[in-house]
């Protein structure tokens, strides 16, 4: 058995150790409590302003990525995986902006379905970058439909009455947790591994911004929430340094 036979076994059983554990503890509910967002300040006619507004900095990320692929040479699998990642941000700043006018659970799902999009893409990424390059397609072809799925399937069981947020959840789990793992275990492009960190450092630090929505606006004058849109999209600019690294040392070998 090959090393990279191994690797994928051992995210497979990771995976499914996780999977198991979501679904055992049983549905999650969404907190009604979610949708009340610190800065709900209405400026130049908009409602809850700052969180829509912000939302610019995912449309200007995806479409300066999507440019920037333009000029930056790389394989098929790589500029598909990108192009796919920054479509979704672009999507993401609308449906977030969406969501945002008018917070509820309906709005809600049009703000998660594009996020989806992303994660997937970026998580195939990784296996493309740092397991096997072929792998990253048609790795992105399962996980999209299951990841938007998860989305759908939230929105149908709260319509129903009892909602469950276990499965999209978990597509946002497991990318934290696996993508760790696959840069410890693989020996591939090492120079890529440490902007990848940074990525996963930002999203972390905006995953905690969010959760300190309240203790922030009052600190700062901005929101938690805000702050991890505009951290968010940070991300997105790391990745084109990413490709950039990926495009440079495919010119080199």
Known sequence: MTAMAKYLIL????????????????????????????????????????????????????????????????????????????????????GSAYYHLSPTNE???????????????????????FIKESAGPKILWLLLPVSISSVLYWGYSERMGQGDLRFYLLVQFLPLVLTPLVLWVSPRQPVIKRNIWIILGLYSVAKLAEYFDGPLFLLLGMSGHTLKHLISALTAIVFVATLSLLSTHRNHD
């Open 11 to 94: 995210l497979a059983l990771v995976s499914l150790l996780i999977l198991t554990g979501f679904t055992i503890i049983g549905p999650i509910e969404q907190n009604p409590a979610y949708h009340h967002f610190a800065d709900q300040r209405t400026m130049i006619g908009l409602p809850n302003a700052l969180n829509v507004l912000s939302n610019i900095a995912f449309l200007m990320a995806g479409l300066y990525g999507l440019l920037t692929l333009r000029h930056l040479s790389l394989n098929r699998a790589y500029r598909l995986l990108s192009q796919i990642f920054f479509i979704g941000l672009i999507l993401t700043s609308v």
């Open 107 to 129: 709005t809600l799902v049009w703000d998660r379905i594009p996020m989806t999009v992303s994660f997937a893409a970026f998580c195939s990424f990784i296996i493309a970058v």
